[in-house]
């Protein structure tokens, strides 16, 4: 009943708002005894708040739009740099900042929370969980952090070793840590937590390395988990004594069968990034992501099941987690097609009156979009936002119909796209409620599946069924490395999601660009890889401004209002899964200490933080060695270990060592003593000393070094066009 006053209520201010929002009489009430003082009240009623920023997504429907609109189509050109922060950092960066009383309140690399004046970016306090670099080997995809939760007097941030923790707004104190996995097995957490009736909501990473993925709700003030539900069943398919138990009895454990590498490896979905509330129909909506392992022949051999509920999206009761609906993306996924992407809520002209109804909308990795009831789960409709090659299109129910050769990964196995990075990952999306258009940071980057070619190794960090050197020659010819780049695209899709059509598209320069706000100013804003922030405008997709920040503009955007001057602020870095491990896309060179918070205002006249310093010298540090079988063995070795952090072909993007140029390979024993025993451990690079032997280890030297005397040759070791 509250919840629906307080809608009833918001439906009357957005309709002021729309004509001229005084946000000033709007935001929340002083606070009295606690910083951060934010109630369930206030969250419900975020939209009408703009000049804060109170959740990742800026409300419970996480649309991502703004009604400031002090900063216009026409002011924009004034727009500028109000301050810079620097996350001290050369790891990836993901964090939409939140503002709350004044405050910003935001994470860097490795879990670090900062504490910062919003007005002029001044450090008030930070708290550095001290992760273990050990841990790094556990992440699929860099050291990142999407942000925190504030609530309560308290800010809320899931650790990268797979804590939760409730810091003191004012002192970032720690009030309490609970670890919310087994921190035995290959669990991260890169997730905002999500605040929904007074529980923090939580989920987790790792399918890639073999974990079993869940949710769980822990009560705000004590961190008592209140409950837990698992997306796919145990190897026993047994009561878990949780609120999934049920569910997975009743429709999941069929869709599996009872042997394969799932029942070692976790069977994945995990739950590890978009999280929403839906406060009409009191449901807590997820996103649930891809198989563990990958191939599904692996996985699951005997059976030709759906595997529910990987790739889903699954509606729980919010006191209970118990399964409400869902809704399968990718039945029996075996290509990495997360339906983890952000999710958001709206109503759109879809009633059957011809009014409103209500909806959840997401453009999942396989490329579909999909507009949903978010009551219970009905299938509105869902058309390919991207050109791809796996699906033609979807029946009238949204299922896939899968192209004929998309499982097709034997021999030399199939090209696909989108592939595993996905036609959208976890970059925000964004929803105008002036325009009725949906903003999706869109690419094509395709990838050739093939069945593993070596027996997959059970210690292997990695195991996904596939030969990751799939298609990765051990030489080529000068020019391939450009091919490749060409053969990826990025863009800004502007979809009208109830005629399910494109509006308008604006091409980038490559992948993985960032995420979106827009805003009742009539803009759009995103950051690109190449490290421009850019202003659109929301209805015609015309670039209206653009400002280099020297560094990778990847993460959502958040916007806030103090002493009457209307922010607009992201974070920057270099890093994340894309520059890991497809670094080649991207040779431009980085220097370390990139990562940023840069907050924009009109008038702003602070400088962009230094560009990127040249990489080191790009010459070999040893003459190459070792036989071509030997070579191409190395290539095996490599890609299995090495190219998840130090990139394909062994070139890297920057954000850990360019081994083709690193003096290691020069000196076996050195470069032994770091692959077997260890000695870069506390930075993030372990020991691989039960994945490989010491003959091996010198395989992948021999590679590493044949590598950098081909790119020499081959007039592609300089630093990459600009
Ligand atoms: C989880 C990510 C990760 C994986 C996987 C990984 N590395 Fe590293 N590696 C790093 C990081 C981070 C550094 C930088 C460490 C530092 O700054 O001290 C590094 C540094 C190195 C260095 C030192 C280079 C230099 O010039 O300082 C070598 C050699 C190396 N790695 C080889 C390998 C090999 C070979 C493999 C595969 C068997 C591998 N790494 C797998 C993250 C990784």
């Given amino acids: 009943m509250k919840n629906i006053t307080i809608l009833a209520l918001a439906a009357a201010f957005s309709f002021g708002a729309c004509q001229a929002p005084d946000t000033k009489s709007e935001t929340r009430a002083e606070p009295e005894t606690k910083t951060a003082m934010v109630t369930d009240a206030d969250l419900a009623n975020a939209e009408n708040t703009p000049a804060e920023w109170l959740t990742y997504g800026g409300t419970y429907e996480e649309q991502r739009y703004s009604t400031l609109n002090k900063i216009t189509k026409d002011n924009i050109k004034n727009l500028g740099i109000a301050w810079t922060f620097d996350l001290s950092t050369s790891r990836g960066v993901e964090a939409t900042p939140i503002v709350v009383d004044g405050v910003m309140y935001v994470t860097g690399a490795w879990s670090i929370v900062h504490a910062l004046d919003a007005r002029t970016g001044e450090e008030l306090w930070t708290y550095d969980p001290e992760v273990s670099g050990e841990d790094a080997i556990k992440g699929c995809c860099d050291v990142v952090n999407r942000g925190v939760a504030v609530y309560d007097g308290k800010v809320y941030i899931g650790v990268f070793d797979g804590r939760l923790e409730a810091l003191d707004a004012k002192t970032g104190k720690v009030a309490w840590s609970t670890v919310t996995v087994d921190q035995s097995k290959p669990y991260t957490i890169t997730m905002a937590p999500r605040i929904v009736k007074g529980k923090v909501l939580i989920g987790n990473s790792g399918a890639e390395l073999g974990v079993r993925g869940y949710i769980s709700a822990y009560d705000a003030q004590t961190g008592e988990k209140v409950w837990r539900f698992y997306t796919v069943p145990n190897p026993e398919k047994k009561p878990d004594g949780e609120a999934s138990d049920k569910i997975l009895a009743d429709l999941a454990n069929n869709t599996w069968g009872d042997t394969g590498a799932w029942t070692t490896d976790g069977g994945g979905g995990t739950v590890w990034d978009s999280v929403i509330y839906d406060d009409v129909n009191d449901s807590v909506i997820i996103g649930v992501g891809n198989a563990s392992p990958w191939n599904a022949k692996i996985r699951d051999p005997e059976s030709n099941g759906d595997n529910l509920f990987l790739s889903s999206i699954l509606a729980l009761d919010a006191d209970t987690g118990t399964y409400k609906w ?147 020659p051990p030489a080529y010819p000068a020019g391939t490395i450009d091919a490749l780049r060409k053969g990826n695209q990025g863009f800004l899709l502007a979809w009208d999601p109830v005629a399910q059509k494109a509006a308008w598209t604006v091409p980038h320069d490559g992948p993985w660009n960032g995420g979106v706000l827009a805003t009742s100013g009539g803009l759009v804003f995103q950051g690109t890889i190449k490290g421009d922030v850019v202003a659109y405008d929301a209805a015609s997709g015309e670039k209206l401004w653009s400002k280099s920040v020297n560094s990778g503009a990847l993460s959502g955007i958040s916007t806030y209002e103090l002493d009457g001057d209307q922010y607009v602020a992201m974070t920057t870095g270099w890093g994340t899964s894309f520059a890991l491990s497809a670094g080649y896309e991207f040779v431009s060179p980085v220097a370390p200490d990139v990562g940023h918070v840069i907050s924009f205002k009109l008038g702003g006249t602070t400088d962009a933080p230094d560009g990127m310093a040249a990489m080191d010298d790009r010459t070999p540090k040893g003459d190459a060695f070792g036989t071509p079988e030997m070579v191409s063995e190395g290539l095996l070795h490599y890609s299995q270990n090495c190219l998840t952090c130090h990139g394909p072909l062994a070139i890297s993007s920057g954000v850990t060592p360019d081994l083709r140029w690193s003096y290691v390979t020069g000196d076996k024993h050195e470069w032994e003593d770091i692959l077997m025993n260890g000695a870069l451990k506390d930075n993030g690079m372990v020991s691989f000393k039960e994945q490989i032997s010491v003959e091996q280890a010198e395989m992948i030297r021999a590679y590493v070094l044949a590598q950098a005397h081909m790119a020499v040759a081959n007039g592609e070791a300089g630093p990459a066009e600009e």
């Avoid at 009905?378 to 299922?399: H, Y």
């Avoid at 592939?419 to 690419?443: C, D, E, K, R």
């Fill in 326 to 472: 869902h809704f399968q993306t990718t039945p029996r996924d075996q290509w990495d097609y997360t339906a983890t992407q952000h999710i958001i809520i709206a109503e759109l002209p879809l009633g059957d009156d011809g009014g409103n109804r209500r909806v959840v909308m997401q453009a999942p990795k396989n490329g579909f979009f999909y507009v949903l009831d978010a009551a219970d789960g009905e299938f509105i409709s869902g058309d390919a936002f991207v050109p791809m090659n796996w699906a033609t299109g979807l029946d009238e129910n949204g299922r896939p119909i899968e192209a004929p050769n998309a499982r097709d990964t034997a021999g030399d196995g199939v090209m696909l796209f989108p592939g595993p990075h996905g036609a959208h990952n976890w970059h925000p999306m964004a929803f105008s409620q002036q325009t009725g258009l949906v903003y999706i940071p869109a690419q094509v980057v395709p990838q050739i599946f093939q069945d593993e070619v070596i027996p997959s190794d059970p210690d292997a960090y990695w195991n996904l069924g596939y030969n990751l050197a799939a298609g990765i």
